[in-house]
């Protein structure tokens, strides 16, 4: 799983940095009808990780007990 997200992160940050500005601002709609900028995608990807994080920490803790002693806010 560790791998796995690497390599996604890479392959994120790789496509997103060969995007020119014209690039970042063209607007792109989603399959279920949402339209944001390539940039607003980016920031709801990003988003959409850290509140996966925060369920999975949660989870570790509240449920199973188990602290994985991850700083979440620093």
């Known amino acids: 799983m ?14 997103f940095m060969n995007f020119t500005e014209v690039e970042l601002q063209e607007e792109i ?28 920490h949660s989870m570790l803790v509240h449920c199973y007990g188990i602290d994985p002693k991850v700083t979440l806010f620093e």
């Open 29 to 56: 709609t989603s399959y279920w009808g949402v339209t944001y900028s390539r940039y607003e995608w980016l920031l709801e990807i990003v988003a959409h990780v850290y509140h996966q994080r925060g369920q999975l």
């Open 2 to 15: 560790k791998e796995a997200l690497i390599k996604n992160h890479q392959f994120l940050e790789d496509k």
